[in-house]
């Protein structure tokens, strides 16, 4: 099991930037795979971005792609969301996951590791 925490949630007025970033411990080679999922109030839970071990592969949600990056330090085993250009509507909690392998990695219920979530509020 991989134990993961976010940080760098916060408020911000939209058009305005955030970093999110995640650390992971334990068993981190059973998270090869780190993504970044959001629940807003009353929604399901949603894909954000993805990134594989080696970086390679970054997919992203439509409704972020061109405003948020995702980047990983395997060496620091972290995971980091670069959010810009931020809408009211990217209002959620905000929450890390990991998973072996790269199947299935939009689908947050394919995911065994997460970590608490982080509140990304962005004011209007």
């Known amino acids: 099991q991989v134990q993961l925490v976010e940080s760098g949630g916060g408020l911000v007025q939209a058009g305005g930037s955030l970093r999110l970033s995640c650390a992971a411990s334990?068993?981190?080679?059973?998270?090869?795979?780190l993504g970044w999922f959001r629940q807003a109030p009353g929604k399901e839970r949603e894909f954000v971005a993805a990134?594989?071990?080696?970086?390679?592969?970054?997919p992203y949600a439509d409704s972020v792609k061109g405003r948020f990056t995702i980047s990983r330090d395997n060496a620091k085993n972290t995971v980091d969301l670069q959010m810009n250009s931020l809408k009211p509507e990217d209002t959620a909690v905000y929450y890390c996951?990991?998973?072996?392998?790269?199947?299935?990695?939009?689908?947050?219920?394919?995911?065994?590791?997460w970590g608490q979530g982080t509140q990304v509020t962005v004011s209007s």
């Open positions: 334990g068993r981190t080679n059973s998270g090869s795979v």
């Open positions: 990134i594989s071990w080696n970086g390679g592969s970054k």
């Open positions: 996951a990991a998973k072996s392998l790269w199947m299935w990695v939009t689908d947050p219920t394919r995911y065994n590791s």
